[in-house]
């Protein structure tokens, strides 16, 4: 046993064949190595954690990004929609207002003729009804339309003439031109109803004449005075 014990000191011991003697390092130097491979550690970690939480806020904005894809989407559609319906019930309205106004023209239209065909037994009466004067293309160009009717008795036609005059101004003086019949009541345009008669047509002003209104006359057959006289403006 004692041959062993010896035999162990000779190789770990002091008197071992090889023994190597080392400095112990300074305590600062182990400091540092400590906190080197706490740091390390440390950037291993926070690198494993920022690298999922990049991952998982990469994956919600491509999720975001695509829910504002679908909004944006749904968003044109919708105002698409609402266009539509805007358009539609703006042709609804203009279509209303159309029937509408048409609804009354016809109520006068038919008031009108109504009153025209009653029969009475008073004396005829003939009526400029109504006349309407609207500028043309060219300068100095007009259209007319006017309307004369007999009412109360129907026993006979009404016959005679229409003359149109525009009354002006030229050269600072007043001057009257006749556009449809000439001078005479004999030279008009002819008029021959029982019931009803539109007349319409276009006339153009001289250059020279400033043209402020149109004037209209009707004379019955056989008679130099006119039975009906009517003007209108032709300045606005």
């Given at each position: 046993?004692?041959?062993?014990?010896?035999?162990?000191?000779?190789?770990?011991?002091?008197?071992?064949?090889?023994?190597?003697?080392?400095?112990?390092?300074?305590?600062?130097?182990?400091?540092?190595?400590?906190?080197?491979?706490?740091?390390?550690?440390?950037?291993?970690?926070?690198?494993r954690?920022?690298?999922?939480?990049?991952?998982?806020?990469?994956?919600?904005?491509?999720?975001?990004?695509?829910e504002?894809?679908?909004?944006?989407?749904?968003?044109?559609?919708?105002?698409?929609q609402q266009?539509?319906?805007?358009?539609a019930?703006?042709?609804?309205?203009?279509?209303?207002?159309?029937?509408?106004?048409?609804?009354?023209r016809?109520?006068?239209?038919?008031?009108?003729?109504?009153?025209?065909?009653?029969?009475?037994?008073?004396v005829?009466?003939?009526?400029?009804?109504?006349?309407?004067?609207?500028?043309?293309?060219?300068?100095?160009?007009?259209?007319?339309r006017?309307?004369?009717?007999?009412?109360?008795?129907?026993?006979?036609?009404?016959?005679?003439?229409?003359?149109l005059?525009?009354?002006?101004?030229?050269?600072?003086?007043?001057?009257?031109?006749?556009?449809?019949g000439?001078?005479?009541?004999?030279?008009?345009?002819k008029?021959?109803?029982?019931?009803?008669q539109?007349?319409?047509?276009?006339?153009?002003?001289?250059?020279?004449?400033?043209?402020?209104?149109l004037?209209?006359?009707?004379?019955?057959?056989?008679?130099?005075?006119?039975?009906?006289?009517?003007?209108?403006?032709?300045?606005?």
């Amino acid at each position: 046993m004692r041959r062993l014990v010896r035999l162990i000191r000779q190789h770990f011991g002091p008197a071992a064949p090889h023994v190597a003697v080392h400095a112990e390092p300074p305590w600062y130097w182990r400091l540092i190595l400590v906190m080197a491979l706490l740091a390390t550690g440390y950037m291993v970690g926070y690198w494993r954690y920022a690298g999922g939480n990049a991952a998982a806020l990469r994956e919600q904005v491509t999720r975001l990004e695509q829910e504002n894809k679908l909004l944006h989407t749904q968003a044109i559609h919708v105002e698409r929609q609402q266009q539509v319906t805007n358009v539609a019930q703006t042709d609804l309205t203009k279509d209303l207002t159309t029937l509408q106004e048409d609804n009354v023209r016809l109520k006068e239209d038919l008031a009108f003729y109504k009153s025209i065909l009653e029969e009475s037994t008073g004396v005829a009466v003939v009526k400029l009804h109504s006349l309407k004067v609207s500028r043309g293309e060219r300068a100095g160009e007009y259209q007319y339309r006017l309307l004369l009717i007999q009412s109360g008795k129907h026993d006979k036609n009404v016959q005679g003439s229409l003359q149109l005059a525009v009354i002006g101004m030229q050269d600072g003086k007043p001057v009257t031109h006749v556009v449809l019949g000439g001078k005479s009541p004999q030279q008009g345009s002819k008029v021959n109803f029982k019931y009803y008669q539109p007349l319409e047509g276009s006339f153009t002003v001289p250059a020279p004449i400033s043209a402020q209104s149109l004037q209209a006359k009707f004379f019955q057959a056989g008679s130099s005075e006119p039975k009906l006289t009517q003007v209108v403006s032709l300045t606005d």
